[in-house]
């Protein structure tokens, strides 16, 4: 299954716009294998484009919950930071198609 949304947020202080496409498949024992790719738009200006990868899991309720990581590239000064950084997250998708991301660098 293919999927493309737009969804928006901060990151390092910036708000942001985030359009992202990703893909998900159903593993022999149920689990998900995804990965996906978006561009970062920040209000300032700022951009970023990103891929990452993840595994997940269908809950009882029909949401689905993601961890994995992601890597950014920048040359925006107040995003640059992140093309050293391996972003690990945390993505929600619930039963009405809401989702929820939170990143934290791993260090």
């Not at 992202?20 to 995804?34: A, E, K, M, N, Q």
Request: aromatic residues 14%.
């Amino acid at each position: 299954m293919e999927i493309s949304f737009q969804a928006t947020g901060t990151i390092l202080g910036v708000n942001e716009t985030n359009v992202t496409t990703y893909w998900s498949i159903v593993r022999p024992d149920g689990t998900l294998y995804g990965e996906g790719q978006g561009v970062v738009m920040g209000k300032g200006g700022e951009m970023a484009t990103w891929v990452g990868q993840g595994v997940g899991t269908i809950q009882k309720d029909g949401s689905v919950s993601y961890r994995g990581a992601v890597y950014f590239q920048s040359s925006s000064a107040a995003w640059s930071r992140l093309n050293s950084v391996a972003a690990i997250f945390e993505y929600q998708v619930d039963t009405q198609g809401n989702t929820r991301a939170e990143f934290w660098e791993w260090k």
